[in-house]
């Protein structure tokens, strides 16, 4: 059984920096990638960014050049550094983990970007 816990997200005003956690435990076995998704009010689930288990990355257009996913693959821990964060940037952030037989998720964390 693998549980995914997050951290990290909150209420930063726009042009502010957060940096999300989340933590793998359990038995990860043929671990494919590790991610980030977020799914704002009304609107569907979407990839933020992705770092495979050879550590190439992925990135949605939206966060290029202001978002960097990172892993400590001894720690299975995996982050995301968001800077100069947008009020479209709110949204819940869900940590995934994909292995070669199943899609592991997070409970979700909040972010808000307001003034």
């Known amino acids: 059984q693998v549980q995914l816990v997050e951290s990290g997200g909150g209420l930063v005003q726009p042009g502010g920096s957060l940096r999300l956690s989340c933590a793998a435990s359990?038995?990860?076995?043929?671990?494919?990638?590790m991610g980030w998704y977020r799914q704002a009010p009304g609107k569907q689930r979407e990839l933020v960014a992705s770092?495979?288990?050879?550590?190439?990355?992925n990135y949605a257009d939206s966060v290029k050049g202001r978002f960097t996913i990172s892993r400590d693959s001894a720690k299975n821990t995996v982050y995301l550094q968001m800077n100069s964060l947008k009020p479209e940037d709110t949204a819940v952030y869900f940590c995934?983990?994909?292995?070669?037989?199943?899609?592991?998720w997070g409970q979700g964390t909040q972010v808000t970007v307001a003034s």
């Open positions: 359990g038995n990860i076995v043929s671990l494919v990638a």
């Open positions: 770092i495979t288990s050879y550590d190439i990355t």
């Open positions: 995934n983990v994909r292995t070669t037989f199943n899609d592991y």
